[in-house]
Each structure stands twice: as structure tokens, then as C-alpha cells.
């Protein structure tokens, strides 16, 4: 497991750092997918960067931009790396920075391992079943041979407020999400909202800088399994938002996740 941190944490750097080209040269072309999702040229080049790491393992991959791999050619994966090589496009479009590198190992239905990377800020956010999860800041200036995580702010951290934090979407506020934050002021004196881009909303989960992230929005798989990994390692759990107590799946027929609940 050791060595397939590793070598996530550098593909998503390295992933990272291509993206960075296309955000600062100010000069790219957005392309519509077929559910109008936005695609850039930063995209693919993370996704390359990214295969290119990880075809060395000899694990299959699932990435958002990779071919469509039919459920019959997958079902019978025990063991896949889940990808979303530039998470959060459209914060990419706007420039906001809240866009993210996922890579997740995914077995059997469960997120084992996750890796996130924030390339604006560099930061990276590593979560495992082994190993718990961490929060390392300026991770461009360790020499890959260096042990990453020494470095590492193990997580949840200590958080002094006591208000009850809610994240939610910057992109997508559904009215079942404001209902549900309403059903929580009845609960909780002092709601407080959080809004974040892309798997950022996880790993404030995470790192307990919020309390819950109700999503009653839609999301794929590649969008929720780094940070569902992240979410687990720190001592949370992300829940069917139907009842609260089964764990989100991976590797369905159908990519797209149910609406879900992560929470502390």
C-alpha cells in the first residue's frame, strides 16, 4: 500500500502541475461533453499524466476521462484505481482555484485509498484504511524521494468554534439540500454554511473544519471516491442520504451515486 501512495500522491502533483500550465496561460478552449458538463485541455493532460503513473502498478483504471469501460468489463474488478484527473471544471473555468486532482483505489466496492491534490494552493490531502489520513501544505517543495507525510498534519484536526459547520456546493444548491440544512438549524443553535468547489467540500469534512456535507445534487463516482477515502481515514462516513447508515458504493452499474451525506 505504501508504494501505491506514493506513487498516487506523485501522479497527482505531477498532474497538478500541467493543469497549472493551461490555468495560467489564460489561453484555453472549453468543450461541452455529452451531459454539458464542461472539458478543458487541462483535463486531458492531467489524465495522461496521471495513466502514465499508474499503468505501472498493473491495476485497471477508471478515469472520467478515459474510454467508457462497459460494466461487463468491470464488474469483476476486486481491485481499480477510480480517477478524476481535474475535479471541479467549472471552478477551473471561473479561476477560482477550488478545483482539485482525484485518484482513488477502489476494492471491492470499497474506497481503500484516496489522494487529493489542490494545485493553486498545493496542498494534499492523503487518506487510507491503514494508515489514517493527513493534510501536507507546500508539497511542491519536497523532493519526491522524501517521505511526504513526515511532514504530514494528521487528521481531524482541533477545531475551536462550536458552531455546527454544513458545506455545501458553490456550483449546485439544490432546494432538497436547503431543506435539509433547514431540518438542522431545528437541531443545531448555530448553523454556520461553507461553501467550497469540487471534493474540497470532503476534505473539509476530513479535516473537521465542517460538520456535515449533505449532496442532494449529482455526482459520479470519480467525484466522491478520493475524498470518500479521505472522509473514512479521518474517522467519518459517507451515508445513503435515503437513510443515513449505508455506505456509499463503488463500481455500480450506473456511475452516478445516489444523493449521500458525509458527515463526522
Known amino acids: 500500500m505504501k508504494n501505491l501512495i506514493q506513487t498516487a500522491i506523485q501522479a497527482s502533483i505531477d498532474a497538478g502541475k500541467a493543469i497549472l500550465e493551461v490555468y495560467n496561460s489564460g489561453n484555453f478552449e472549453v468543450e461541452l461533453k455529452s451531459d454539458n458538463s464542461p472539458l478543458t485541455l487541462a483535463d486531458r493532460k492531467a489524465h495522461n499524466v496521471i495513466v502514465s503513473y499508474l499503468n505501472k502498478t498493473g491495476i485497471q483504471i477508471l478515469s472520467e476521462e478515459g474510454r467508457g469501460i462497459p460494466y461487463e468489463e468491470r464488474k469483476n474488478w476486486n481491485r481499480f484505481w477510480l480517477v478524476d484527473p481535474l475535479d471541479g471544471t467549472k471552478e477551473f473555468v471561473k479561476r477560482n482555484g477550488e478545483f482539485t486532482v482525484n485518484i482513488a483505489l477502489i476494492e471491492n466496492g470499497k474506497p481503500i485509498m484516496g489522494v ?27 523532493d519526491a524521494k522524501v517521505e511526504i507525510l513526515q511532514a504530514a498534519q494528521k487528521l481531524p484536526i482541533d477545531r475551536k468554534d462550536k458552531s455546527y459547520k454544513v458545506v455545501a456546493s458553490r456550483s449546485h444548491m439544490s432546494k432538497e439540500t436547503e431543506e435539509y440544512v433547514e431540518k438542522l438549524r431545528q437541531e443545531y443553535e448555530n448553523v454556520e454554511i461553507v461553501s467550497k468547489g469540487s471534493s474540497l467540500k470532503l476534505c473539509l469534512v476530513a479535516e473537521g473544519n465542517a460538520d456535515i456535507y449533505p449532496r442532494f445534487g449529482p455526482t459520479s463516482e470519480w467525484d466522491t471516491a478520493a475524498g470518500h477515502a479521505v472522509v473514512l481515514a479521518s474517522g ?21 451515486n445516489p444523493y449521500f451525506i458525509a458527515k463526522r
Open 236 to 256: 467519518g462516513k459517507v451515508v445513503l442520504a435515503e437513510n443515513e447508515t449505508k455506505e456509499l458504493i463503488y463500481n455500480k452499474e450506473n456511475i452516478l
Open 116 to 142: 487529493i491534490y489542490v494545485p493553486v494552493t498545493d496542498v494534499l490531502y492523503v487518506g487510507s484504511s491503514a494508515g489514517g489520513a493527513y493534510r501536507v501544505e507546500k508539497v511542491s517543495n519536497f
